[in-house]
């Protein structure tokens, strides 16, 4: 039900989706950068990822549809720092622990991080 794609795998209309998102004001004032980016910003951003293993964004998808993102960055040896934010559309749709959930499924299983931080603002 759940699938997770890399930023650096994503086509141009998920790239467009996940900065629209990031752009929403709902999204930007609870994130440690709160301004706005602009398109050219994301993109480069995201070709950004291709190098280095300290940082990971994904888009999470249910049953096909895309409801989030997250992040892990700092990632060191088994340890990374969690983000994560829901589509502005899916906001109030009451299964943001059923997507926390299967992220932390992911994270563990998959990528094999035994240990996650992360700070709320």
């Known amino acids: ?11 141009s209309e998920e790239v467009s989706l996940v ?16 301004k706005e980016n602009s398109l050219d910003d994301h993109i480069n951003f995201i070709e950004s990822l291709r190098s280095g293993n300290y940082k990971k ?5 249910r049953s096909g549809t895309p409801v989030a993102v997250f992040s892990l960055v700092n990632i060191k040896k088994k340890t990374a720092e969690l983000g994560l934010y829901i589509g ?8 943001s622990t059923e997507i926390f959930y299967n992220i932390l499924l992911f994270v563990f299983e998959e990528i094999k991080i035994r240990e996650l931080y992360g700070y709320v603002k």
Do not use: E
């Open 19 to 34: 900065w629209r998102w990031r752009n929403n004001p709902d999204i930007r004032k609870w994130s440690y950068t709160t």
């Open 57 to 61: 964004y994904f888009l999470v998808q």
């Open 88 to 95: 502005p559309s899916f906001h109030l749709k009451f299964f």
């Open 1 to 11: 039900m759940y699938k997770f794609k890399n930023f650096v795998d994503m086509d």
